[in-house]
């Protein structure tokens, strides 16, 4: 969406729309030019920074364990691949790839 764009409404009368500054996301709030959603996110944040830095540490973790779980599981697959090759059993890309997909899974 460009900057600014107007709509009609079906009473006829006009609506200005602009992207929200944070999301992108349009928005009819031409003043703020902030979404519903991002408007309320700020304004928690600047009504209490120190919750908000810890919520935001708290998820910085959670994605941090989410990832470091994921790179245990493919490492898991890929030793497991390297055993059946060394062994002789060249595995063929739907299954190696059906493998690497079941380790993704959480």
Request: glycine share 6%; net charge negative.
């Amino acid at each position: 969406m460009s900057d600014s764009m107007t709509t009609g409404s079906a009473a006829g009368s006009l609506t200005r729309v602009v992207d929200c500054d944070l999301c992108g996301k349009p928005t009819k709030m031409t003043a703020t030019k902030r979404c519903d959603r991002c408007w309320e996110l700020e304004r928690r944040v600047q009504d209490d920074p120190d919750i908000a830095r810890k919520v935001l540490i708290e998820v910085s973790g959670q994605q941090r364990a989410y990832v470091l779980a994921v790179i245990d599981k493919m490492r898991g697959v890929i030793e497991a691949v390297y055993r059946r090759w060394d062994e002789g059993d060249e595995a063929d890309a739907p299954e190696l790839g059906a493998a690497i997909l079941e380790a993704m899974k959480l």
